[in-house]
């Protein structure tokens, strides 16, 4: 089925993000990056340490042909640091897309919505594609419309609670009220739930932690390409519409009953 | 001299460019990114910044990440 998610001059052919943060090695992650089908991936910039140099995924990564990187800014506490990283990330990466995640407590890590307000509007000048991680707030997902994001990524719960689609009502005004992609970042725990995000409306979810920390990585990601394709392809059907009253399937006529 | 390594004092003798740094830390260069004082320098120029004193040299790579 051909239905790409394009951001202006970049396409997409899997609906599914995956990071690939918390894997137990390299080689299951990218197992469980082939099996998702997915051609977008985050990653992470850390300072060079020549003793974990097995951590440095460049390499593996590179290997997959038709796979995207798109570096995240975690770790930045400010817009500052945010830009900074991005840069970095771009250097590397010969990508635009930059994930903006700016989330300074690390008790809840939700994000700071000003200074990501504020980095995006400078990203975006940049010629970043620019996809930030935010609150599902439908009033900051338009403003970053307003500014040139490429998308937004509203949260369905905190990152790496497993908490699922607790911001649903959220995301469905924001899916109404933007025109850019909404994609669905963190919180989901179960491929039905990357399916209800499509069903919903949303263009794509990301996905790490259900991945990485289920116990068997490879299969969960080929679980979630299938959620999320079957979620599309509903979302494309058209749900039919929910009713208060009971609506009968069968026919009700009362030939069972004669009086004689 | 002393320049500031990802954080941390490292002691270098006579001149160093960007690049020579690298290679003598057996870094990976096509998987690294830079950044000296606070900012980024592409990898194209690495081999004209002559690092001096106290310079604050960053060496980044990918890692995993959500």
């Known amino acids: 089925m051909n239905d790409p998610l394009t951001f202006q001059n970049e396409t997409l052919h899997s609906r599914l993000l995956i990071g690939t943060g918390k894997f137990a090695n390299v080689e299951t992650m990218i197992a469980a990056v082939k099996a998702s ?3 977008l991936v985050t990653v992470a910039l850390r300072r060079f340490n020549k003793a974990q140099a097995e951590d440095d995924l460049y390499g593996p ?4 042909e038709k796979v995207k990187l798109m570096p995240n800014t975690s770790g930045a506490m400010n817009a500052k640091e945010a830009i900074r990283a991005a840069m970095l990330g771009r250097e590397l990466s010969k990508s635009r897309f930059i994930k903006l995640e700016i989330h300074p ?9 000003i200074e990501t307000y504020e980095a995006a509007i400078e990203l975006a000048k940049q010629d970043f594609l620019v996809l930030p991680y935010i609150p599902a707030d439908p009033v900051l997902a ?12 509203p949260l369905g719960a905190a990152i790496g609670t497993g908490k699922g689609l607790s911001t649903a009502e959220m995301i469905r005004i924001i899916i109404r009220d933007t025109q850019v992609p909404v994609i ?8 039905s739930e990357a399916a209800q995000a499509l069903e919903m409306g949303c263009e794509a979810v990301l996905v790490n932690s259900a991945i990485a920390a289920a116990e068997d990585p490879e299969a969960m990601a080929a679980a979630f390409k299938t959620g999320v394709e079957s979620g599309r392809a509903a979302w494309k059907a058209g749900l039919m519409p929910t009713s208060e009253a009971a609506v009968a399937s069968s026919p ?6 004669r009086d004689d | 001299m002393q320049i500031i390594l990802n954080g941390e004092p490292h002691p270098l003798e006579g001149d160093y460019t960007l690049l020579a740094l ?3 830390l057996e870094v990976e260069k096509e998987h690294t990114a830079l950044m000296l004082n606070g900012a980024v320098i592409p990898a194209t120029s690495w081999h004209k910044h002559i690092l001096k004193e106290n310079d604050e040299v960053e060496i980044m790579v990918f890692v995993g990440g959500g």
């Open chain 1, 252 to 257: 009700l006529t009362s030939f069972l009953s």
């Open chain 1, 184 to 191: 669905v970042d963190a919180g989901l725990r179960a491929p």
């Open chain 1, 61 to 64: 990564l590179a290997q997959l």
């Open chain 1, 105 to 113: 407590n690390p008790h809840h890590l939700l994000p700071d919505p």
């Open chain 2, 22 to 24: 690298l290679e003598t």
């Open chain 1, 142 to 153: 338009k403003r970053l419309e307003d500014v040139g994001c490429a998308a937004v990524m």
């Open chain 1, 37 to 39: 089908g997915t051609d």
